[in-house]
């Protein structure tokens, strides 16, 4: 069975010979040759060499001292190919240090956008590289860009691919384990565009990722429901499909999304009596846990169920007339944005 050395590392049920292992056994196998050779020559010619029972006594010794010759010589060749592995790693680890160094200088350059995308590129081959600890050195070099550049906003243009690239380290299991919040940047009372929306995207290969304010669309390439480590406090979240809306949205407003699931009401309180949680959003067969949704009324802002498919409510054996609560419609409403 495999265990684990004192680094945490795994190890197989086979021992690891190293260089100087094939280096000990290659001088214990010499002198062995050596000293099975003086006794072999010694057993032949002592007392005086025995015409008719030296040969035969040579003869019987010969393979023995071949299969001594063969193994000093296998020793000698693994030895020699364990400084030649050696010497290949040590350079392929110089050469993605150098890596390493070079994206970081790239990075360092935000004002050359070619530079930052040369950057990207060559730490990308790094976490590609499936060396664990050049592929984390690696994302916390991006994920410091990322700290430097979007912590307000995502509007960086190089956002999109280094979100692609720390999507790859993240799969790989490179996380950086950090904590990050993205928040819009305060905006002075004479501010003129008071209508401005800060647009979020997610940037994986964080720990725990807080967005505040702002809007977060749909992305294809995600699963909103799939998004963990992910925290949303009085953000809009906006065309995303069968969200389980739960302890993960704080005081948020869902706008031209469909609702797969609400476990508690508590985190839907973003404006009086819940009024603007939702905003055109298509509630068919969605399961309620919080009987405080009888108490509410979400046909203002548009939001419906598809007739035929209501909603329920967990563990309810009455009727519920889901009409009351929420416009019942005939087909789904396009997703058209509201602004």
């Not at 029972?53 to 190919?81: D, E, H």
Request: net charge negative; glycine share 8%; proline share 4%.
């Amino acid at each position: 069975m495999a265990g684990k050395r004192g680094n945490g590392q795994p190890v197989g049920d086979w021992p690891n010979i190293t260089e100087n292992h094939w280096y000990a056994l290659s001088i214990a196998s010499a002198v062995m040759t050596i000293v099975a050779v003086l006794a072999a020559f010694c057993a032949i010619f002592a007392g005086g060499f025995d015409s008719e029972r030296g040969p035969k006594l040579a003869q019987a010794l010969a393979p023995f001292g071949i299969a001594l010759f063969a193994l000093v010589t296998f020793c000698t060749i693994s030895w020699r190919g364990s400084i030649s592995a050696r010497q290949a790693n040590q350079s392929a680890s110089e050469g993605r240090a150098k890596l390493l160094q070079e994206g970081a200088k790239l990075l360092s350059e935000p004002a050359k956008a070619s530079h930052v995308s040369a950057g990207v590129a060559t730490l990308g081959v790094l976490i590609d590289s499936g060396e664990e600890g050049y592929a984390f050195r690696a994302m916390n070099l991006l994920a410091d860009f990322v700290v430097d550049h979007m912590v307000s906003s995502h509007e960086n243009r190089h956002r999109p691919e280094i979100s692609g690239v720390m999507q790859t380290g993240d799969k790989n299991g490179a996380n950086t384990g950090r904590d990050i919040t993205f928040s819009p940047p305060e905006r002075d009372d004479d501010y003129q565009y008071d209508d401005y929306t800060t647009y979020w995207h997610f940037i994986p290969g964080f720990d725990v990722i807080t967005y505040y304010g702002g809007e977060f669309s749909l992305d294809v390439n995600y699963n909103i429901n799939e998004l963990r480590g992910v925290k949303f406090i009085k953000t809009t979240i906006s065309l995303w499909k069968n969200i389980s809306i739960d302890d993960r949205f704080d005081r948020c407003t869902f706008r031209i999304c469909s609702i797969a699931s609400v476990s508690s009401m508590a985190s839907l309180s973003h404006h009086q009596d819940y009024r603007y949680a939702f905003e055109v959003c298509d509630f068919s067969g969605c399961i309620f846990s919080d009987a405080e949704i009888l108490t509410k009324n979400f046909k203002e802002d548009n939001n419906y169920f598809i007739a035929g498919n209501p909603p329920t409510l967990l563990g309810s054996t009455t009727t519920i007339d889901w009409s009351q609560i929420l416009n019942c419609k005939e087909q789904k409403d396009l997703p058209v944005r509201l602004f």
